[in-house]
């Protein structure tokens, strides 16, 4: 399984991008997907996940502003952020799993290789 994340960039406090993660080499149905980020000098973080039965689960962070799709017809799963802040700078990484659980790093066995974020005040 390949992952390939796209979209981050540069954009303004209060802005929004959406971030694409493109899934090769398995069947993607069979595979829940999650977003995470982590910011220079800290540790990766949970921002969101969306299971094979498209149950989605967003942190307490990015609730209201970030929502996580999946489109299986195209082998992506997708995280439209809006209402961006500072703090969402970070490297954004797609995660893919083939287990049970869905929300925790562990629970992900293929990461994709990130996308920068920075939002500027």
């Known amino acids: 399984v390949q992952l390939q994340a796209s979209g981050g960039g540069l954009v303004q406090f209060g802005g929004s991008l959406r971030l694409s993660c493109a899934f090769s080499?398995?069947?993607?149905?069979?595979?829940?997907m999650g977003w995470f980020r982590q910011a220079p000098g800290k540790a990766r973080e949970f921002v969101a996940a969306?299971?094979?039965?498209?149950?989605?689960y967003h942190s307490d962070s990015v609730r209201g502003r970030f929502t996580i799709s999946r489109v299986d017809a195209n082998d992506a799963v997708y995280l439209q952020m809006k209402g961006l802040k500072a703090e969402d700078t970070a490297v954004y990484y797609c995660?893919?799993?083939?287990?049970?659980?869905?929300?925790?790093?562990?629970?992900?066995?293929?990461w994709g290789q990130g996308t920068l974020v920075t939002v500027s005040s």
């Open positions: 995660a893919g799993g083939s287990g049970r659980r869905w929300k925790d790093p562990g629970d992900f066995e293929y």
């Open positions: 080499g398995g069947t993607f149905r069979d595979y829940n």
């Open positions: 969306i299971s094979r039965n498209y149950a989605t």
